[in-house]
């Protein structure tokens, strides 16, 4: 190596050693996993391995080919973790939920929207994630920059072209004033859209059996949910003060359960018009103060308080077709229901971290009241009296972890107790479930890990199951809360083995859970009607197994090629075995997920194809539609566009669902052509000014989003 390029190192490695200094971890690694100095490029790893989580470092090619934190996730395509650019989500391959956090704070995607990624350092990935999150699926934490004056403008949207009903339209600001910062982010999200749902239905009655089969029509579903978060927060060398006011509004007067059909019912036909609508107002407020007693001793506080308003209407009308005497045979069913709900979460956590491991403990705990109206409009019979219901909830969560690194083998042993309690009336529940968790890992080479993970976990029943009211669904069958559920208790096993090279990377991930106890349907018969409602079933196991493959098969070529392309196969099998009281279901899914990916210069083009996916919870059997997209974009440094177009070979986009009750047997279907060969442009323009400096955050943020209402939708 030539002197000049020997100095180009060096002062490569510099900036490396400063960018670490500029996080707010200690075991940071480099800002940027590329530098480029002339002619002399320094690259470090670009995945990191840690006892409890994977650092995944953003390259400069990343960076330069995404627009804001979610583009960022899209293109570095960590294993098991579906992003979606479309409805702007993000989910693990086994279609469940992922904890976003910036900086340790729990976020939103519409967070990550405003996130420019010139400032992401990196992503801490939790694959596995102990009793401090509760034991999430899986945890994803960007480790983001922060500056000392100036501040931040973005914006970006999601249009449809050849679809104009949908959109996504995202706007964020943040204005640095010393040590005093304040941010203001705004998000729109509505459809416009028509499905088409038919359904047939058998139900097994004293009376006889009754078979009924609708054909569907085109049928609106529309919404319009809006977001506004306004945030505060004051930053001193031992301490940061934060507040945040945060308001949702949820207008859906078109419910994707609506339809209009005619119904077969024997020898006689019926139009059938079932609409619901619903509105959310959710406003909150969160107090959050962080103290840093110490290098390595840290305490966080949080206290968030909530209110929900809510409303839900339901009309479902049935009209013989062909009689004489039409009036005398239409059949309704209606219903409208109010409700609020009260709620109080604190929070307070303890960490210290040692040379080569880390304590943890903390506590938490949600007080909620929740009140309910349910009454019914005037019907041809009468006026019914409305149905008040008042539900006290409670629940306390107490745990302790540590973590410790021991060569090539690292551990982390957590424990958790929860207690759950709700009040109802004269009843009250109260339980005790004890949470042990524990991780191990095993580094034998610089290419394979190996990781296994166990825990118990435990989780309440939804405030609308809980509840003691009735509603009609249509004329044969109605539903009907439940308050004498119990908490279930969950316990899962996890096992995965990474090899990665530069070309060829293989993660293979297998995971059994069980549910003792679980909340599921039961169905019942009473006075000729089917009473569909939930009980404490026997249990529930799920089995899921996948490899995900992944090909760089230019990344031993040098210059932009390299990484330029990559390719990702991950084929998968659910098992689920449903235990109920009276019944036991079985089902197996095959599936895969490909997605392609290619970079060059300024211009991104990807490819995704996904299987149908299904999910079988007691006595239902859901399956989700077969997608696929095709993408090209134009990337520049402050704006960026791109084309997709949906499901341009499909023949039809369909969802299906089965319930498999002996006593109500049905098969439902929604499917729709405004998803079938549409176009969409995505777009966004970012602006940037001031300094970069070192900056404490929070590290916990809670909210609640549960309104707690019971629906008489089918």
Known sequence: MKRNQLLAVLCALAMTAEAQKSTVTPDSLAADSVHAMKEVVVETSHISTKSDRELYLPTS?????????????????????????????VKTSGNEAVQLRINGVEATVNELLALQPKDII???????????????AAVIDYIVRHRETGGDISANGLQGITLPGMGNYNVAGKLY???????????????NLTWTRENEEQFALPGGTVTTRE???????????????????????KSLLSIAFRMNNNCQPSHFEDRDSRMYVGSQTFDV??????????PSLDAYYQLNISKDKHLYLDVVGTYIKSRNERTYTSTPVGTEDMASGISSVSSLTDGKKYSVIAEAIYEKTYEKGKFTAGVKHTQAYTHNKYSYPDTEEAQQEATHVSLHTSETYAFAEFQHQLGSFGYVLGMGLMNTYNQQGQQSQDKIIVRPSATLTWQPTKNLFLRYNGYVSAYSPSLASLSNVEQAIDNYQLRRGNPR???????????????????VTIDLYARYSYDHKPVMEETLIENNMIVRTEANQRGFHRLNIETCLRLRPFCMMSGELAKSFTLNLTPFFNRYISNGNDYVHTHSNWGLRLSAMAMWKHWLASA??????????????????????LSIGHRRERWSVNLIILNPFTKRYEQRQEKLSRQATSLQSAFSNDFRGKLMLTFSYNISFGKLHRNDNRHINNSDTDAGLLSGQK
């Open 177 to 191: 004033m010393g040590k005093s910062s304040l941010s203001l982010m705004g998000n729109w999200d509505r459809r």
């Open 61 to 89: 090619l990343h960076r330069k080919m995404s627009s804001n934190g979610l583009d960022l996730l899209h293109a570095m395509q960590l294993p098991r973790i579906d992003v979606d650019l479309v409805n702007n989500s």
């Open 122 to 136: 990196r992503m801490e990935y939790h694959t596995m994630p102990g009793v401090r999150y509760g034991n999430s």
């Open 608 to 629: 995704e194809v996904k299987t149908s996916r299904h999910e079988l919870w007691g006595e239902t059997l859901k399956c989700e539609e077969a997608t696929h997209m």
């Open 273 to 282: 018009t079932d609409r619901q609508s619903n509105r959310q107002f959710t």
């Open 485 to 503: 559920l119990k908490a279930t208790t969950f316990v899962a096993n996890s096992l995965s083995l990474s090899w990665r090279t530069q070309p």
């Open 215 to 237: 054909t569907g029509r085109p049928t609106k579903v529309k919404y319009d949910r809006t977001l506004l978060h306004l945030n505060y927060s004051y930053t001193s060398d």
